[in-house]
């Protein structure tokens, strides 16, 4: 096989979205800073208290912090992120949640390997240690199962890992024609949208206990309304799409 000369290695940096977890950011950052990535900080409108916290550690070499002037969700968090991360000239942005439920030791594989060019979305997907409540870990497959019938595919194992690596200029282009929702949604709307427009998915494993500080910040009415609004919009879209999805699916089985 031989190699590309002019391959570019990807500039990759690690994107955290914060809203009041100042009892996790702290020991969160620190784990991801072994990753010697540059970190980009958004802050979606947190208090006082974590907003002071996020202050002292953008301080920290490679680091920048993205001010939200008041809350407006994690998909507006991250998409400020991925625009901010385009600036910076980085190719590539690892989502990683501030709750500091996933393990660090897993996540360089999320980042290796990469080309500057190369156009991939790696979602983790989760490992549960006996933290995690039964009737989270059930009710997820709810979710699995909508995706999967508004893709035709397998191919996306769990869009609401909060672990993703994602293509910053690809997926600016994308969330450009799409927002994919400003609050829970983007994450699972965001992989079907990539998915049906043939980007390349990968799902790499990542070990998952439950958040270090216990902050939810999922609000039952609000949020299952929003997320049945977009499962809604996602099945439409797949019937629109079905010859083009069967003819993928086919491939896929192939």
């Given at each position: 096989?031989?190699?590309?000369?002019?391959?570019?290695?990807?500039?990759?940096?690690v994107?955290?979205?914060?809203?009041?977890?100042?009892?996790?950011i702290?020991?969160t950052?620190?784990?991801?800073?072994?990753?010697g990535?540059p970190?980009?900080?958004?802050?979606d409108?947190?208090?006082?208290?974590?907003?002071?916290?996020?202050?002292?550690?953008?301080?920290?070499?490679?680091?920048?912090?993205v001010?939200?002037p008041h809350n407006r969700?994690?998909?507006a968090?991250?998409r400020a992120?991925?625009?901010h991360?385009q600036t910076?000239?980085?190719?590539?942005?690892?989502?990683?949640?501030?709750?500091?439920?996933h393990e660090a030791?897993?996540l360089?594989?999320?980042?290796?390997?990469?080309d500057?060019?190369?156009?991939?979305?790696?979602?983790?997907?989760?490992?549960?240690?006996?933290?995690?409540?039964?009737?989270?870990f059930?009710s997820r497959?709810?979710?699995?199962?909508l995706?999967w019938l508004?893709t035709?595919?397998?191919?996306?194992?769990?869009t609401?890992c909060g672990?993703?690596?994602?293509?910053v200029?690809?997926?600016n282009?994308?969330?450009?024609?799409?927002?994919?929702?400003?609050?829970?949604?983007?994450?699972?709307?965001?992989?079907?949208?990539?998915y049906?427009q043939g980007?390349r998915?990968?799902?790499?494993?990542v070990?998952?206990?439950?958040?270090?500080?216990?902050v939810s910040?999922?609000?039952?009415?609000?949020?299952?309304?929003?997320?049945?609004g977009?499962?809604a919009r996602?099945l439409?879209?797949?019937?629109?799409?079905?010859p083009?999805l069967l003819?993928?699916r086919?491939?896929?089985l192939s």
């Amino acid at each position: 096989m031989s190699l590309d000369v002019h391959a570019t290695p990807a500039r990759v940096g690690v994107l955290i979205p914060v809203y009041n977890h100042a009892g996790a950011i702290g020991q969160t950052f620190a784990r991801l800073q072994a990753l010697g990535l540059p970190i980009i900080l958004v802050d979606d409108g947190s208090d006082a208290e974590c907003a002071a916290l996020l202050d002292e550690l953008a301080r920290a070499e490679q680091t920048t912090l993205v001010r939200l002037p008041h809350n407006r969700g994690k998909g507006a968090a991250v998409r400020a992120g991925l625009a901010h991360a385009q600036t910076l000239g980085l190719t590539h942005a690892l989502q990683v949640d501030a709750d500091g439920q996933h393990e660090a030791a897993d996540l360089p594989p999320f980042v290796a390997g990469l080309d500057a060019s190369d156009e991939i979305l790696r979602i983790g997907y989760p490992r549960f240690d006996d933290s995690v409540p039964k009737h989270r870990f059930y009710s997820r497959y709810l979710t699995h199962v909508l995706v999967w019938l508004a893709t035709l595919s397998l191919a996306l194992r769990d869009t609401m890992c909060g672990v993703k690596l994602y293509p910053v200029a690809a997926v600016n282009r994308l969330v450009a024609r799409h927002p994919c929702g400003d609050r829970m949604q983007f994450d699972s709307e965001l992989p079907v949208r990539w998915y049906w427009q043939g980007g390349r998915v990968e799902n790499l494993p990542v070990r998952v206990s439950y958040p270090l500080d216990g902050v939810s910040h999922f609000a039952l009415w609000r949020d299952n309304l929003l997320l049945a609004g977009m499962h809604a919009r996602l099945l439409l879209g797949m019937l629109i799409r079905l010859p083009v999805l069967l003819r993928r699916r086919l491939g896929e089985l192939s």
